[in-house]
């Protein structure tokens, strides 16, 4: 699995683009610069199977509604941050405006789903309390999960913002733990790191 990240916005957001086999890919997180982003994947020749979201704040999706125009695939986003996400509650003025919603199809992401897109299967771990509806995308097939704003290197998600809960970001800590220690994390911000990393230092 080939894996690319691209910083954008005004909080440098890591998005990341995934593939296993041309031109199929994932794109996670496209949270600003969507012309950076689709620069990015012509001239890699790849096309986005679908677009993952972690979490839905303005800075880790305010680029999918123009990237998915210009590059057609199907949203996947957990029903507890869709509610609110592309509404006004989700800005961050003057940096973020309120995200567009995507024209296309959002597929609801739920725990313990199992999928495969562009030839890499996946399984998603519900992990609310950064934001309700916070998810981390698993490929056990290749030791490596996208944890979005819920674990970083040296650190974890807030929980001060709407929407969020230590008492959650715990448990769903917890849950993370238990990976195995080879895991290679992919955080929202920052460098990447691993799980075993995380439990000695973190």
């Known amino acids: 699995m080939h894996i690319e990240c691209i910083s954008v916005g005004e909080f440098q957001a890591n998005c990341f683009v995934i593939w296993a086999k041309k031109p199929e890919a994932i794109v996670i997180d496209p949270g600003a610069e969507p012309d950076i982003i689709a620069q990015f994947l012509g001239e890699h020749s790849l096309q986005p199977s679908i677009y993952l979201l972690t979490h839905g704040h303005c800075d880790h999706l305010s680029a999918v509604a123009d990237i998915s125009r210009l590059l057609p695939a199907p949203v996947g986003m957990h029903k507890e941050d869709v509610s609110w996400a592309f509404s006004e509650d989700n800005q961050m003025p003057p940096l973020y405006g309120i995200p567009s919603k995507p024209d296309v199809m959002i597929r609801d992401i739920a725990e313990g789903s199992n999928y495969v897109e562009a030839g890499m299967e996946y399984r998603v771990i519900h992990t609310p309390g950064h934001t309700p509806g916070s998810v981390c995308y698993y ?63 973190n």
């Open 139 to 201: 490929f056990p097939n290749h030791n490596a999960i996208f944890t979005g704003d819920t674990l970083f290197a040296g650190s974890v998600g807030r929980t001060d913002l709407s929407g969020g809960n230590s008492r959650k970001l715990q448990a769903s800590l917890e849950r993370l733990a238990k990976l195995p220690g080879e895991t290679r994390v992919y955080p929202g911000h920052g460098p990447d790191t691993t799980i075993a990393q995380e439990k000695k230092t």
